[in-house]
């Protein structure tokens, strides 16, 4: 029997941002501290099954992120990362964009950045 969608259910006290088309949570499972989901309200698997206004929405959510998390948290960079599919790692089917603030230290060689879902693959 398939899970219910954990996106899809109440998340009434968890969203920080939210638009017509989009909300964003912080992550259940925080790689770093502000670690940020936006996800879009219709359901949809993958980026690639999403509409090009719903991809836009997520942009302009990423951005109000962004300045909102800068402030709160002075972070060095950002990763943003999709996983589309689940030979791409994505655990939960509704789209996600994470947005995860970086921080000078927080790891030992951070060069390479999302090449690291591959680790053998992220130094070159």
């Not at 998340?11 to 989009?22: A, H, K, P, T, Y």
């Not at 999403?50 to 109000?64: G, L, M, P, V």
């Not at 909102?68 to 791409?88: C, K, T, W």
Request: contains cysteine.
């Amino acid at each position: 029997m398939e899970q219910p969608c954990p996106f899809c259910a109440d998340m009434d006290g968890r969203i920080v941002f939210q638009n017509e088309l989009v909300f964003a949570i912080r992550d259940g499972y925080p790689v770093s501290t502000g670690h940020t989901l936006i996800i879009p309200k219709r359901h949809v698997a993958t980026w690639f099954d999403a509409k090009s206004w719903e991809q836009q929405a997520i942009f302009e959510a990423i951005e109000h992120l962004k300045s909102a998390l800068d402030q709160e948290y002075s972070p060095d960079g950002y990763n943003i990362g999709i996983n589309a599919g689940e030979a791409a790692g994505q655990t939960v089917m509704h789209l996600h964009v994470h947005l995860i603030p970086r921080f000078e230290g927080d790891m030992n060689d951070p060069r390479g950045g999302v090449r690291g879902v591959i680790p053998e693959k992220q130094k070159y």
